[in-house]
């Protein structure tokens, strides 16, 4: 894959995902946030409360942030794991079409192997890209 192809088609998929992660963030986990921090907060207001229950409060606080972080941290390595493997997917369709030795091929199957490499790839980032959407649904699901 050519790098300018790959550093654009990686900028896509890295922009794409920035913009859920923002989205939710806005959406979802700054309220989280807030809500944790202000039920921690409260946690400290007895002063008679022993330092063990005060950690044992703020750490329920968190609870929340943290399954919420977990789940869309899942999600995250899922949609990558799949992306790998739709690129792995596209160089071994490639290498069973041009044979396993790349130094074997002439400088015109090179090219044609990478610019063929760089489209199915596009293709996978793009159809990963479409399963964005349904990501930020399972996560306001699960949150």
């Known amino acids: 894959m050519s790098n300018s192809t790959m550093e654009a088609t990686q900028m ?3 922009l794409a995902v920035d913009e ?3 989205d939710l963030d806005k959406t ?3 309220d989280m946030q807030k809500s944790m921090f202000q039920c ?13 229950a005060v950690e ?9 942030m943290k399954k919420a972080q977990g789940y869309l941290e899942k999600e995250l390595g899922g949609l990558q794991d ?4 739709c690129a792995m997917t596209c160089y071994d369709k490639l290498v069973q079409q041009f044979g396993p030795d790349v130094n074997k091929y002439s400088e015109s199957q090179k090219l044609s192997f990478n610019e063929k490499l760089d489209s199915c790839v596009s293709v996978c980032a793009d ?11 399972r996560f306001a699901k699960n949150t």
């Open 12 to 14: 896509k998929v890295k």
């Open 56 to 64: 044992n409060c703020v750490e329920s606080c968190n609870d929340g």
């Open 82 to 85: 799949q992306l790998s493997r």
């Open 28 to 30: 979802y986990l700054r």
């Open 20 to 22: 859920m992660i923002d």
């Open 40 to 52: 921690s907060a409260r946690c400290c207001d007895n002063k008679k409360t022993t330092r063990d």
């Open 127 to 137: 159809d990963h890209i479409k399963l964005i959407p349904a990501i930020k649904k």
